[in-house]
């Protein structure tokens, strides 16, 4: 057994046990799912907020806050599904909260670049916000009209690395350089899946609903 499949194997271990303890609580899913939105504005004021006391620290912070909502964004699925409490609205409202916690990262970002008068990243940031919310968008929209639409690579879970690692190595200005691949790859993301929309659309011969 290699080092890499021995910590996969120990995280899933230690992620099935955190699972069967919320589950034993009966709790909601959809309340872990909130709580994850909660804590990841907890991250977003610590992004707002570096400038003005310890930049370097408030990141480091910040990145380690995101990772423990991570947490429960891979956990209210599986305790859903642990307590039978799976549901459409379940689903539904996970998508939706998960909007909201990108929001809420990238608008610290936009905070603490505006303090420090730096608005060519302010621009950077909204830019980035925006094409991260139309990467889900153009999946919702295409999913209604041709059922599947999973091309691209700029998910949610990619985008939430990057920010991770922007924030954990602020020291080494690295957040600038995760905008960048983010504006990037999330462009191209929509992009390919308009031309797959588009393809698909012509090959199921679809027409406009009234």
């Not at 996970?94 to 909201?100: M, N």
């Not at 889900?136 to 690395?161: D, H, N, Q």
């Amino acid at each position: 057994m290699t080092w890499t499949s021995a910590f996969g194997k120990g995280s899933g271990w230690l992620l099935q046990k955190i699972v069967d303890g919320l589950a034993l609580t009966r709790i909601s899913p959809n309340f872990l799912t909130f709580l994850g939105l909660v804590i990841n504005t907890v991250a977003a004021f610590f992004f707002g907020y570096a400038r003005a006391y310890n930049a370097n620290r408030m990141f480091l912070y910040a990145g380690l806050v995101i990772i423990g909502a991570g947490i429960f964004d891979m956990v209210d699925g599986r305790v859903a599904r642990a307590t039978n409490q799976v549901s459409v609205f379940g689903a539904f409202f996970d998508s939706v909260i998960d909007r909201y916690s990108d929001v809420a990262l990238f608008f610290g970002l936009l905070v603490y670049y505006a303090r420090g008068n730096r608005y060519f990243y302010v621009f950077l940031v909204a830019f980035v916000m925006t094409t991260s919310l139309m990467v889900s968008y153009t999946r919702a929209r295409a999913e209604a009209l041709i059922g599947s639409c999973k091309v691209g690579f700029m998910e949610r879970p990619e985008r939430i690395v990057l920010v991770i690692l922007g924030a954990l190595f602020y020291r080494w200005d690295a957040m600038p350089a995760v905008l960048w691949v983010l504006a990037v790859l999330s462009t191209i993301t929509v992009i390919h899946r308009i031309h797959y929309t588009y393809l698909e659309t012509k090959r199921l011969n679809l027409q406009p609903t009234s």
